[in-house]
């Protein structure tokens, strides 16, 4: 099975959303991806496991959250999984992996997609569900025989 894998700095918001929605749309239209996230930092303030604003997101539509998980630290055996990486704000996270993980920079595609503290989640999911369904289309496209 392909491996899809999404990055962002806590595993919490962005990263868990683009998992979620992913997974939903690939169960629905059975396409033969798995799809997981990572964290590159991950926060101890967080409430829950995952953000409020991922979880009303993906009630409005009808995206399950389960299973239910904590945030999860990126590990360099997740990236070898993974035959698609995607970091969710390139100049947030592009840094980041280029000190933890070098090697990795440039396997990766890089989005721009803002956390909170740069935009709020009625602008950024709509986005980034954008990106999402691109990606989601570009996939299932390349299934297709």
Not at 77 to 101: G, N, Q, S, Y
Not at 121 to 139: G, I, K, N, Y
């Amino acid at each position: 099975m392909n491996m899809l894998l999404f990055i962002c700095t806590g595993n919490y918001y962005r990263s868990r959303f683009a998992e979620l929605y992913f997974r939903h749309l690939a169960t629905e239209y059975e396409i033969n991806w798995h799809v997981d996230s990572r964290g590159l930092q991950l926060f101890s303030d967080n409430e829950g496991s995952l953000s409020q604003h991922t979880v009303s997101e993906c009630e409005k539509f009808g995206i399950s959250t389960e299973p239910l998980r904590l945030p999860m630290s990126l590990r360099e055996d997740d990236l070898v999984r993974a035959e698609v990486t995607i970091a969710v704000k390139e100049t947030e996270h592009r840094p980041l992996i280029r000190k933890m993980f070098p090697h990795w920079e440039e396997r990766i595609e890089y989005w721009e997609v803002h956390d909170l503290d740069v935009a709020p989640a009625d602008e950024t999911l709509p986005q980034l569900r954008l990106h999402v369904d691109s990606l989601f289309e570009r996939l299932r496209s390349q299934e297709m025989p």
